[in-house]
């Protein structure tokens, strides 16, 4: 992965400050020798480490690992838990489920205990995620919502990065059948083209999601999880990564297990480093493609309604299409231009005067990235307007 990554270059702008370890990282992949003074714990993840041992500060980002680093590898046998000398501090050492995280890393996928509490040591709670996690979510109506997304900026930013990426974007195009302005306007919504990837260290965000934040605590414990294997396999230190509040990585904005999932290395380097355009690019087609998209299909067109019985099929959430267009016009909708597509929804947007879309299989495809109808109505617009920019129609 390369040092000038957005993402990885914010942590490793923050830690510059800390105290260097280099030193010690080797400890992350080879625990040191236990100390004389401290009592191995013979019923882990039991009981409450008293002997804090240095936790293994962030690093700045390391490119690649020597080869007497390697991390370790997960065998195929889940080992049974071993006793390892107390070694859990920071902020989540008195939490007992951390102590249960770190038990089941260990058991279920092999990650040495002294490795994952050294990782741990190291985590301070990020209290602005936390905040961002609980802040509500509803409210905006479709109106207050578009001119987020739909700004000249946003449309010509657009342009931009497809006139830089063409051949990228060509090629991602014909391999996995997903039209090029959707690919651009996911990456412009996300994160503007890439300028704002995130300023959070995933490590810590998810730390603090998966023990801090009960609502969700389940969800986020498995993205740790994920994000734990991810680290591992991308053979980068788990302290390295930047991302969004909950954990989101790269141009796409990649949750971890969509990252493990989906990412692809698009230029063969043996990493899928997200943050660079080649991988990010085709990674984002073959989420779609792996979402059902489907090649020429349409997405949406706006619907004219009469009658009364339309309301009772309008749909202002996500949900996979079911029917027809002639089952459409028995209840009074009529889409206002052709749409290619098997299934269809009738879509409400909420506003001051409410909206009606006919949304086909690829608008549900658009919300398998964010489950919400004006998240992929956004979506839709922006990638019509960028290509409307571009090629004048
Ligand atoms: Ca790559």
Same mark, same amino acid.
């Given at each position: 992965m390369k040092i000038q990554l957005a993402g990885l270059m914010v942590v490793g702008s923050l830690l510059a400050g800390c105290t260097t370890v280099g030193s010690q990282w080797p400890w992350v992949f080879a625990p040191p020798a236990p100390d004389a003074d401290v009592q191995p714990?013979? @019923?882990? &993840?039991?009981g409450q480490s008293t002997v804090v041992r240095p936790p293994v500060v962030? @690093?700045? &980002?390391?490119?690649t690992f020597p080869q007497q680093q390697q991390p370790p590898v997960a065998t195929t046998t889940p080992r049974q838990p071993v006793n390892y000398p107390a070694g859990l501090g920071g902020?989540?050492?008195?939490?007992p489920a951390m102590r249960q995280f770190i038990g089941k890393m260990n058991n279920k996928?092999?990650?040495?205990i002294a490795f994952l509490e050294q990782t741990f040591s190291g985590v301070r709670r990020d209290k602005e995620a936390l905040t961002k996690a609980g802040a509500p979510t509803e409210g905006q109506g479709w109106r207050a919502y578009r001119p987020i997304f739909l700004t000249e900026e946003r449309i010509n930013g657009g342009v931009d990065f497809w006139n830089r990426h063409a051949t990228l974007l060509d090629s991602a195009t014909r391999q996995y059948g997903v039209d090029t302005e959707y690919l651009v306007a996911i990456i412009g919504v996300e994160t503007q083209y890439g300028k704002n990837t995130g300023k959070h260290n995933v490590l810590q965000a998810l730390t603090s999601l998966g023990f801090?934040?009960?609502?969700r605590a389940d969800f986020y414990q498995k993205e740790l999880e994920q994000f734990l294997l991810l680290s591992r396999e991308e053979k980068?230190?788990?302290?390295?990564f930047g991302g969004s509040y909950a954990g989101a990585m790269g141009l796409g904005q990649f949750i971890s297990s969509s990252y493990r999932s989906y990412a692809i290395d698009g230029n063969r380097d043996g990493k899928r480093d997200l943050w660079n355009p080649q991988d990010a690019i085709p990674s984002v087609a073959n989420y779609f493609a792996k979402n059902g998209w489907k090649r020429g299909g349409g997405v949406a067109v706006p619907a004219y309604i009469s009658g009364g019985s339309y309301a009772s099929i309008a749909e202002t959430s996500a949900k996979k299409p079911s029917r027809s267009l002639s089952e459409l016009a028995a209840n009074g909708v009529r889409p206002q231009g052709a749409i290619n597509s098997a299934k269809v929804s009738l879509i409400k947007l909420d506003g001051a005067t409410d909206e009606y879309w006919v949304g086909g299989e690829n608008f549900y495809a658009i919300t398998r990235y964010n489950p919400s109808v004006k998240y992929a109505m956004a979506v839709h617009q922006l990638a019509q307007e960028i290509r409307k920019r571009k090629f004048g129609f």
């Open positions: 714990q013979p @019923n882990y &993840p039991a962030m @690093n700045p &980002p390391r490119t902020d989540y050492a008195s939490y996928h092999g990650f040495e801090d934040f009960p609502r980068m230190p788990p302290q390295v």
